[in-house]
């Protein structure tokens, strides 16, 4: 049974750079699924970030793409988010997930969202 | 972007109780919808896939149902249990967007 767990510092200053690590664990990173991340504010909605496939190719939120980089470590079998110059408002519950696709299109392939980590709150503060 | 509305925002039940909670896209999505089950300080469950897809070890009790903009889980029996928020996602096109969440109080 697969299982994800976040790691990472929880608090980050303003204009700085959150890195958080998912490990999967009871399976590998290099089956044929998408990894995401998906993150949620205080007291709001879910929004999703973006995905990885085991070969490194990546798709992102419109919103955060500027900003955001997701990679992967076969070898660790982990995968990573970076989110750069963050403020306030990038603090969050952060989530990563095991992703399944049915369909693909050009910017995205997750369709939903199974097993998810138990979620990292990282708050952006000086 | 596709916007997901969800609704109600929440609702109050009994344990026994038939609940149903919908969820509306703002263009057709086909059946790329599932929906999640959060409970307190918890991570979400995945408890539907595809729209009607129940998966493994989720009881019976909850189904989904619908296609294209208007979509519907439905709780058959509320459990102490199901007491939570329940969110839908659309995996249809990207970004992939989440309702806004219906909390089931008791």
């Known amino acids: 049974q697969v299982q994800l767990q976040e790691s990472g510092p929880r608090l980050v200053k303003p204009s700085g750079t959150l890195s958080l690590t998912c490990a999967v664990s009871?399976?590998?990173?290099?089956?044929?699924?998408?990894w995401s991340w998906v993150r949620q504010p205080p007291g709001k909605d879910l929004e999703w970030i973006g995905e990885?496939?085991?070969?490194?190719?990546?798709n992102y939120n419109p919103s955060l793409k500027s900003r955001v980089t997701i990679s992967v470590d076969k070898s660790k079998n982990h995968f990573s988010l970076n989110v750069s110059s963050v403020t306030a408002a990038d603090t969050a519950v952060y989530y990563c997930?095991?992703?399944?696709?049915?369909?693909?299109?050009?910017?995205?392939?997750?369709?939903?969202?199974?097993?998810w980590g138990q979620g990292a709150l990282v708050t952006v503060s000086s | 972007d596709i916007q997901m509305t969800q609704s109600p925002s929440s609702l109050s039940a009994s344990v026994g109780d038939r609940i149903t909670i919908t969820c509306r896209a703002s263009q057709s999505i086909s059946t790329y919808l599932s929906w999640y089950q959060q409970s307190p300080g918890k991570a979400p469950k995945l408890l539907i896939s595809a729209a009607s897809t129940l998966q493994s070890g989720v009881p019976s009790r909850f189904s989904g149902g619908g296609s294209g903009t208007d979509f519907t889980l439905t709780i058959n029996g509320l459990q102490p249990e199901d007491f939570a928020t329940y969110y839908c996602l659309q995996g249809y096109s990207s970004p992939l967007t989440f309702g806004g969440g219906t909390k089931v109080e008791i």
């Open positions: 990885i496939y085991p070969t490194g190719t990546t």
């Open positions: 997930a095991r992703a399944f696709s049915r369909r693909c299109t050009p910017a995205s392939c997750s369709n939903y969202f199974d097993p």
């Open positions: 009871g399976g590998s990173i290099s089956s044929r699924n998408w």
